[in-house]
């Protein structure tokens, strides 16, 4: 059997494709201890185990074969292999507006690689016209690939990096951005880009998917169209997410870069505006603002004020109980010149980090409070305890999202060794990064089994 017909199978696997007659790309029926199974055989990741066929059912799904159940195999026919994207040529069209798309990584509209399992973006834009069709009625679209890492490799140079790109493409007087990166660490490219770029003239929008090209409830293709629509025709100029609103194919949301956060591993609908409510819905058809308080689009200048600045020696600690001083004193001794607490409750720490901070302070690093319940605002001055840290040089970010307080106490470093020019820029909102109260639906979860929330999402789509 030739090496395309067993592509990465092996041991019992490869065995198992040998005395049963079948091969990679062939569309089969299987029949096993567990019940009959009718699909297509793929190629398996030379990395995976070599005790199952993968099967591609009607449906689109995956599922795996254990070799040890199957009886009978009958080969209904073979399928042709395509490992590409078709590509054509985007149509252009002087009466629409012009985007570019600004690539990072990520699987926005991708194709498998059988080799290894992964996943490899397609990216031009033959391929994106090729796999959504539908941006074609949208915009004029190029593209320009930046990175091609995946979103947990993005940091303080890609960052930079998109940010100058970001003002190359505003002065070359496009119309919108739209960003393609992986969900992981969308929300930390967010904000960071929130802060380095600030009055954009035009719309930036970040968007990925939480799922696959390759796979049926795949929202990559739905989550593009509304990431380009956005980019094209929005009155919002700030930097945005873009991804699913519900877990169904209804609406996008558009949520401000320094108040969202990816909140489930798998949902389509995992990016949330916390402790405040999303800039707009977004359709095939359009945008909908659901505030008023943004940055508009301007189309008579191209101005844009870039600060694209990062000091890397700043660092995340989330506290925990019995957690020592040696976690604190070890990050100063690294020369480490800022840290966020994402603290408990109000904005708290254990008693034995006292002295360690009051050496961090003194050794002029800056210190500052988050909250680990990611809604509500750090009140340090309600109990002794916070009262006894801000007196040690704490100093309380407000409702500012740890990560994002990260972010912005990085890119104040960037700025600044001054101490106090640091708090008054930390501590100054910007983009939104802390608000002067949260509203009312700002917070929201959903507690499952109770039977008011039951009655509740009867009335609505989940």
Not at 76 to 103: M, R
Not at 217 to 240: K, P, R, Y
Not at 263 to 283: E, K, N, Q, W
Not at 407 to 415: C, D, E
Request: proline share 5%; with cysteine.
């Amino acid at each position: 059997m030739s090496e395309d017909k067993t592509k990465g199978y092996r041991g019992e696997s490869l065995d198992a494709l040998h005395k049963f007659g079948i091969g990679v790309w062939d569309d089969v029926i299987l029949k096993t201890t567990r019940g009959e199974f009718s699909g297509i055989i793929l190629p398996r990741s030379e990395f995976d185990d070599s005790r199952h066929l993968v099967l591609k059912l009607a449906t689109g799904y995956n599922i795996g074969i254990d070799i040890r159940t199957l009886t009978e195999a009958t080969v209904l026919g073979s399928k042709e292999a395509h490992y590409k994207i078709p590509e054509k040529a985007f149509p252009v069209s002087p009466d629409k507006p012009y985007v570019t798309l600004l690539g990072t990584g990520g699987t926005i509209a991708s194709r498998l690689d059988y080799r290894t399992g992964a996943v490899i973006p397609a990216f031009s834009p033959g391929e994106l016209y090729g796999a959504v069709p539908e941006l074609a009625d949208i915009c004029n679209l190029t593209t320009q690939k930046l990175f091609g890492v995946f979103s947990e490799n993005m940091g303080p140079h890609q960052y930079i990096v998109l940010a100058h790109a970001i003002r190359d493409e505003i002065e070359k007087g496009i119309d919108g951005i739209v960003i393609g990166h992986g969900t992981d660490t969308m929300h930390h490219t967010a904000s960071a880009l929130a802060f380095m770029v600030q009055n954009s003239p035009i719309p930036i929008v970040i968007v990925g998917s939480q799922r696959s090209s390759d796979r049926p409830s795949s929202d990559a293709a739905l989550n593009l169209i509304h990431a380009t629509t956005t980019a094209a025709t929005s009155d919002i100029a700030e930097v945005m997410v873009c991804m699913f609103g519900p877990t169904s194919d209804e609406y996008g949301l558009l949520h401000r870069g320094t108040r969202v956060r990816k909140m489930h591993s798998s949902y389509r609908s995992t990016f949330r505006t916390i402790g405040d409510i999303p800039l707009a819905r977004v359709t095939r058809e359009g945008v909908v603002p659901l505030r008023a308080d943004y940055n508009r689009r301007r189309r008579d200048d191209r101005y844009v004020d870039i600060n694209a600045v990062f000091e890397e020696r700043v660092t995340m600690v989330y506290y925990y109980p019995n957690m020592h001083p040696d976690i604190i004193d070890g990050v100063v001794e690294k020369g480490y010149k800022g840290i966020v607490i994402a603290g408990t409750g109000l904005g708290h720490v254990n008693k034995p980090i006292y002295p360690a901070i009051e050496r961090a302070t003194a050794a002029g690093v800056a210190i500052y409070m988050t909250v680990q319940t990611l809604w509500g605002y750090v009140h340090m001055f309600v109990y002794d305890t916070g009262r006894d840290l801000m007196a040690k040089g704490i100093i309380p970010a407000e409702n500012m999202l740890p990560e994002v307080a990260y972010i912005k106490l990085g890119w104040a470093l960037g700025q600044t060794d001054d101490l106090d020019r640091v708090r008054e820029i930390m501590l100054t909102p910007v983009c939104g990064e802390t608000t002067e109260r949260e509203p009312y639906d700002g917070y929201l979860v959903f507690q499952g089994g109770m039977p008011e929330i039951t009655e509740f999402l009867k009335t609505i789509h989940k």
